[in-house]
């Protein structure tokens, strides 16, 4: 929503989660800001890029996936049989190997700086694929951040 429209931003806003909520097809939806302590909220935290991420975020009931009707393309769900994909990791320097462990999505942009050669700062969780490139597996790598 346009920040431009002031109070009935704000007022749109606060009545999402009840109108939307009521669909059936809807089992959650977060308001950024808005105190939550969900296990979307919190994913959706780690994901918001301040100015291009939505207002609203809606988690489709199981089953069910949101989808462009133009494009028919998604871009997925939290759920488990969404979620949990296998990872590839191939190029100069890459261990040939098959590793069984979670990793996280948050270590996908480390481990592509790490193959490029290029900085990235580093956080607890989103550390490059050490295995990938024959060094030691860090001992507990919590999935994501949140619950």
Known sequence: LDPKLGPARAKALAAAPKALGSLAEVAEVV????PDGSELACRYRESV?????GDVLLRSKPGLVF???ETMDSHGTPYDDDARVPLAVIGPGVKA?????????LSLAPSAAKLLGIPFPLRKGREPLAEAFGEKAPGSVAPNSCP
């Open 67 to 69: 989808v462009d009707s």
């Open 97 to 105: 190997g098959r590793y069984d462990r979670p990793v996280s999505v």
């Open 31 to 34: 308001v950024p800001g808005k």
């Open 49 to 53: 890029y301040p100015g291009r991420s």
